[in-house]
């Protein structure tokens, strides 16, 4: 059965710092989904990587996917703390979903 | 187009009562996907619709668990005889099959919270 494993499970930073969360999965995907959960809220997605290699940014967060290696990082620049959240990553097969990074940004 | 919408928000009820909820998916969506989440957890997946047909369910669920769309617009889960371990947020989601990024992310609905007494 598919497994996807993120780590770290929390994260505290500071304001200004970069950091990385990874995402391992157990089963071939070509599709790999980031998603954004802030307290009390539901799920936003933030990216969708769609094949190997792929790379997407939007402001201070970058996502990308390695299919060979069945491996996604989320890549955070110069964190502020409106990014303080829990970050979850997907994989194609109905969206099975890691346990989720929960980020805390600090000043 | 408002989104999904999820009713009730909150449902409190007492062990062994029946419940269901509603979800009603972004209009042009064939996909449809119930999910539950506990405190710091990820979504646990329930079960998926394509149009009205569902197409799979986890195998962690019981029995007492059943979900429908008939016309495949809106869907329903129930929990039958509810347990204190069904608390959790029942999250539902949509999509369309289609081939752009965009039609392939998942657009949730605020969920409805569930506290079984």
């Known amino acids: 059965e598919l497994k996807v494993e993120q780590n770290p499970l929390f994260l505290s930073m500071q304001e200004g710092k970069n950091y990385t969360i990874y995402c391992n999965y157990s089963?071939?995907?070509?599709?790999l989904y980031w998603y954004r959960q802030d307290p009390g809220k539901s799920l936003e997605s933030l990216f969708v990587?769609?094949?190997?290699?792929a790379v997407k940014q939007e402001g201070r967060l970058m996502a990308s996917l390695d299919t060979k290696a069945r491996l996604s990082t989320l890549h955070i620049t110069a964190a502020v703390h409106d990014l303080s959240a829990t970050y979850f990553c997907?994989?194609?097969?109905?969206?099975?979903f890691g346990a989720g990074t929960r980020l805390t940004v600090k000043p | 187009d408002t989104g999904v919408s999820q009713n009730p928000r909150h449902k409190i009820t007492k062990r062994g009562q029946n419940v269901t909820f509603r979800c009603d998916p972004i209009?042009?969506?064939?996909?449809l996907y119930w999910y539950r989440q506990t405190l710091g957890q990820g979504p646990e997946f329930l079960t998926y619709?394509?149009?009205?047909?569902?197409?799979?369910k986890s195998r962690l669920l019981s029995d007492r668990f059943s979900a429908e769309r008939p016309k495949g617009s809106f869907s329903t889960l129930e929990i039958q005889r509810t347990e204190q371990g069904d608390s959790a947020m029942y999250l539902c989601?949509?999509?369309?099959?289609?081939?752009?990024?965009?039609?392939?992310?998942?657009?949730f609905g605020s969920g409805t919270q569930l506290s079984v007494l």
């Open positions: 619709f394509q149009n009205e047909a569902q197409l799979e």
């Open positions: 990587l769609l094949s190997n290699g």
């Open positions: 209009s042009e969506h064939n996909r």
């Open positions: 089963t071939t995907s070509d599709r």
């Open positions: 989601a949509s999509s369309s099959l289609g081939r752009t990024a965009t039609n392939e992310k998942l657009f």
């Open positions: 997907a994989v194609e097969r109905h969206m099975r």
